[in-house]
């Protein structure tokens, strides 16, 4: 049996990047960039105006001859004196030797010309070219997240296709002659099914969408079968239940008899201990456990930064909060406890109900407190550290 550590670095090593594929900036949201990216023109690409107002040469002066008009999209360079302004517009080319512009509120216009109220300084409401980025700079480093604003922002440069890592092609096993779909009358000695609608909603909560999920009876035969039939067609594969000791449980076996490699069987945690990492070419295959607190538990904990990590994020882990605690805890087990729990600015709470078949309070907890297995006691008023969940 590994420690926590050492099964998330067995991961980490054997998670190799996605490939990267181009993709419409329109529809890379969440993507991660494979590439730098660099600016093909200048931003703003023109002087423009920031204002509705006047653009006129700056000097003592405060009245001016109107001799223009600059509207947003016109590029007409007209030639200004000193005594003259041009009536201009957000967003508007700014003549030339013009270099500052007066907002409409401070001036008192006539048809022909202004008389400036209130004196802007010298370059005021005037957008540099480039002042945002210049023709050739960095956009955005590889390895950035493509938000809405970033979307935005390649857009305003023109950019229309992007290098992004491709997200990974994940499928949910699922193992149990006791589940059966909600929705449906429920038949003695059955339970509903859980883990499979839970863990795609996980997997939607960091962008992996469309998961299609498979149901298999606790038979060695059938589990080799759709084994075989899905190893190659996903680049992550989760199994939840039938990798503990049972006489049933027959996950492993099925994997190993298809040829998966084993990296690691077993964790030593609570809950999440029955769990297998293992691979078969590029495929990573994840058999999380079947008690659903385990099951998640473990997917926040090592498959969640797996697929952070071959997606091209910077940062694989996820982030890590200090809280001070509010009781007294004693860890007794000898094994790393990931419990569920409730933080607010300051404090946080251990929720009831840890085992790792409930969860009742799984589903009101904002945080897994990480409880180190070599910690005996941990103090009221101690610092601990939190893995914040949504
Ligand atoms: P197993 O790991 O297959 O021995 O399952 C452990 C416990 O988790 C058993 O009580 C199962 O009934 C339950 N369980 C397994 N898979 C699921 C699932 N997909 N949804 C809900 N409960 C499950
Ligand atoms: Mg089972």
């Given at each position: 049996?590994?420690?926590?550590?050492?099964?998330?670095?067995?991961?980490?090593?054997?998670?190799?990047?996605?490939?990267?594929?181009?993709?419409?900036?329109?529809?890379?949201?969440?993507?991660?960039?494979?590439?730098?990216?660099?600016?093909?023109?200048?931003?703003?690409?023109?002087?423009?105006?920031?204002?509705?107002?006047?653009?006129?040469?700056?000097?003592?002066?405060?009245?001016?001859?109107?001799?223009?008009?600059?509207?947003?999209?016109?590029?007409?360079?007209?030639?200004?004196?000193?005594?003259?302004?041009?009536?201009?517009?957000?967003?508007?080319?700014?003549?030339?030797?013009?270099?500052?512009?007066?907002?409409?509120?401070?001036?008192?216009?006539?048809?022909?010309?202004?008389?400036?109220?209130?004196?802007?300084?010298?370059?005021?409401?005037?957008?540099?070219?480039?002042?945002?980025?210049?023709?050739?700079?960095?956009?955005?480093?590889?390895?950035?997240?493509?938000?809405?604003?970033?979307?935005?922002?390649?857009?305003?440069?023109?950019?229309?296709?992007?290098?992004?890592y491709k997200k990974p092609k994940v499928v949910?096993?699922?193992?149990?002659?006791?589940?059966?779909?909600?929705?449906?009358?429920?038949?003695?000695?059955?339970?509903?099914?859980?883990?499979?609608?839970?863990?795609?909603?996980?997997?939607?909560?960091?962008?992996?969408?469309?998961?299609?999920?498979?149901?298999?009876?606790?038979?060695?035969?059938?589990?080799?079968?759709?084994?075989?039939?899905?190893?190659?067609?996903?680049?992550?594969?989760?199994?939840?239940?039938?990798?503990?000791?049972?006489?049933?449980?027959?996950?492993?076996?099925?994997?190993?008899?298809?040829?998966?490699?084993?990296?690691?069987?077993?964790?030593?945690?609570?809950?999440?201990?029955?769990?297998?990492?293992?691979?078969?070419?590029?495929?990573?295959?994840?058999?999380?456990?079947?008690n659903p607190a385990s099951s998640l538990t473990?997917?926040?904990?090592?498959?969640?930064?797996?697929?952070?990590?071959?997606?091209?994020?910077?940062?694989?882990?996820?982030?890590?909060?200090?809280?001070?605690?509010?009781?007294?805890?004693?860890?007794n087990t000898g094994k790393t406890l990931f419990?569920?729990?409730?933080?607010?600015?300051?404090?946080?709470?251990?929720?009831?109900?840890?085992?790792?078949?409930?969860?009742?309070?799984?589903?009101?907890?904002?945080?897994?407190?990480?409880?180190?297995?070599?910690?005996?006691?941990?103090?009221?008023?101690?610092?601990?550290?939190?893995?914040?969940?949504?």
């Open positions: 049996m590994i420690q926590v550590e050492q099964a998330l670095s067995i991961i980490a090593e054997n998670s190799t990047k996605m490939p990267v594929q181009k993709i419409q900036v329109h529809k890379a949201l969440g993507y991660i960039l494979a590439e730098t990216v660099y600016s093909p023109i200048n931003m703003p690409p023109f002087r423009q105006s920031a204002m509705d107002g006047y653009a006129f040469i700056h000097s003592e002066r405060h009245q001016y001859d109107i001799i223009g008009i600059s509207q947003a999209g016109d590029h007409d360079d007209i030639k200004l004196k000193e005594n003259e302004a041009v009536r201009i517009f957000t967003g508007a080319f700014v003549p030339k030797n013009a270099d500052t512009i007066v907002m409409q509120e401070h001036v008192l216009a006539s048809e022909n010309s202004i008389l400036i109220t209130r004196m802007p300084e010298q370059f005021t409401n005037v957008r540099a070219k480039g002042e945002q980025i210049l023709k050739e700079q960095v956009v955005f480093e590889a390895n950035t997240r493509i938000t809405p604003a970033a979307i935005g922002f390649l857009a305003c440069l023109g950019i229309t296709e992007i290098e992004v949910i096993l699922v193992t149990g002659n006791e589940l059966v779909k909600s929705g449906k009358e429920l038949p003695k000695g059955k339970i509903y099914e859980s883990n499979a609608v839970m863990l795609k909603a996980a997997l939607q909560s960091i962008g992996i969408k469309k998961v299609k999920s498979f149901k298999v009876k606790d038979s060695l035969k059938a589990t080799k079968k759709v084994l075989k039939n899905i190893l190659p067609k996903f680049d992550i594969v989760l199994i939840s239940g039938g990798i503990s000791v049972g006489d049933y449980d027959f996950v492993k076996e099925a994997l190993l008899e298809n040829d998966v490699q084993e990296h690691f069987y077993k964790i030593n945690q609570r809950p999440g201990k029955p769990m297998f990492f293992g691979s078969k070419n590029e495929t990573l295959v994840f058999a999380l456990p079947g473990n997917f926040y904990i090592y498959v969640y930064p797996a697929i952070i990590n071959i997606r091209g994020f910077s940062e694989t882990h996820l982030p890590k909060l200090i809280r001070k605690l509010n009781t007294d805890f004693t860890n419990l569920k729990a409730l933080y607010d600015e300051t404090n946080v709470t251990i929720l009831e109900s840890q085992s790792s078949a409930m969860l009742n309070t799984f589903a009101i907890a904002n945080s897994l407190l990480v409880v180190p297995h070599d910690k005996e006691n941990l103090k009221k008023g101690e610092d601990v550290t939190l893995l914040p969940i949504d």
